[in-house]
Each structure stands twice: as C-alpha cells, then as structure tokens.
C-alpha cells in the first residue's frame, strides 16, 4: 500500500463541511442526469444543524426530469374499481 506522508496534514485542513454554495450533478436510473445549485445555511447560535436548499432552473432538462418524476407519484383521484363515489 501506498503511503504519502502530506496526508494527515491535508486531510487535517479539508473543508469539507465550510462550503456553502455550490452545484452538485447526480445520476438518475430512470431520467438521467440531473443538475442543481444549493446553497447551505446555518442558523445563528446552533452550529450543528445546516439547512441544505437545492434548486434547479426553471424549463432547464434537469427541471423537466423532475416534473416526470413528479407525475409518476402523484396521488391517483379516480376511484378504485367497485368503489362508490
């Protein structure tokens, strides 16, 4: 096994947890790709939660995919065979 010295310095100083905003890409096994930005927000006085808000642009594909999405689960109104309305 490889090993690099520099290492626990480097992972010492990450950053992981200080971004704020940025975009994030993910794979859908149904509509492909898909792209947001967010932004994560901290509230003051309570540093151990972070309130992640991702978006998407509007009439973008990724927008799109969503909406498709969307409509497979959305709650069937019509009633169940034998049911009475």
Same mark, same amino acid.
């Given at each position: 096994?490889?090993?690099? *010295?520099? %290492?626990?310095?480097?992972?010492?100083?990450?950053?992981?947890?200080?971004?704020?905003?940025?975009?994030k890409?993910?794979?859908?096994?149904?509509?492909?790709?898909?792209? %947001?930005?967010?932004? #994560?927000?901290? *509230?003051?006085?309570?540093?151990?939660?972070?309130?992640?808000?991702y978006?998407?642009?509007?009439?973008? *594909?990724?927008?799109? +995919?969503?909406?498709?999405? #969307?409509?497979?689960? +959305?709650?069937?109104?019509?009633?169940?065979?034998?049911?009475i309305?």
């Amino acid at each position: 096994m490889l090993r690099c *010295p520099e %290492f626990s310095d480097w992972w010492g100083d990450h950053r992981v947890l200080r971004r704020t905003h940025g975009g994030k890409g993910y794979r859908h096994p149904l509509v492909g790709e898909l792209h %947001f930005s967010y932004e #994560s927000l901290q *509230p003051p006085g309570d540093p151990d939660q972070t309130l992640c808000v991702y978006n998407v642009e509007p009439g973008s *594909p990724t927008a799109e +995919a969503l909406a498709l999405l #969307s409509s497979w689960t +959305a709650p069937d109104d019509r009633p169940v065979s034998g049911e009475i309305g």
